[in-house]
Nanobody, 123 residues
Framework: EVQLVESGGGLVQTGGSLRLSCITS????????IGWFRQVPGKKREGIAC????????VYPDSVKGRFTISSDKTKNTVDLQMNSLQPEDTAVYFC????????????????WGQGTQVTVSS
């Protein structure tokens, strides 16, 4: 059974940092792309970053480039999202998701999702 579990969310002040982890199990880690997404109630889900053996490490929106980085640990089957210089507009529920092979910034292409972790940035 494919499982993805996010951890590391919380409350942080503007300018602070958080590190989210996506712990995966139930599939061959090397064959899958793991993406990070975020969603604010009433807004569209936004693709943030993705990591896979085939696509490498990608960060999508300009709003987080230079602040967020994605990394994977094949020994632990985890994919982390390091978030620095956090801003109130980064407040959202963050999800990780898995799809076969290639990365995509579009959530509809992902087959498996975690339950999400709340990130709140106070001003």
């Amino acid at each position: 059974e494919v499982q993805l579990v996010e951890s590391g969310g919380g409350l942080v002040q503007t300018g602070g940092s958080l590190r989210l982890s996506c712990i995966t199990s139930g599939f061959n880690f090397d064959d899958y792309a793991i993406g990070w997404f975020r969603q604010v109630p009433g807004k569209k889900r936004e693709g943030i970053a993705c990591s896979s053996t085939s696509s490498g490490s990608l960060v999508y929106p300009d709003s987080v480039k230079g602040r967020f980085t994605i990394s994977s640990d094949k020994t632990k089957n985890t994919v982390d999202l390091q978030m620095n210089s956090l801003q109130p507009e980064d407040t959202a529920v963050y999800f990780c998701a898995a799809k076969f092979y290639y990365c995509s910034r579009f959530g509809i292409e992902y087959d498996h999702w975690g339950q999400g972790t709340q990130v709140t940035v106070s001003s």
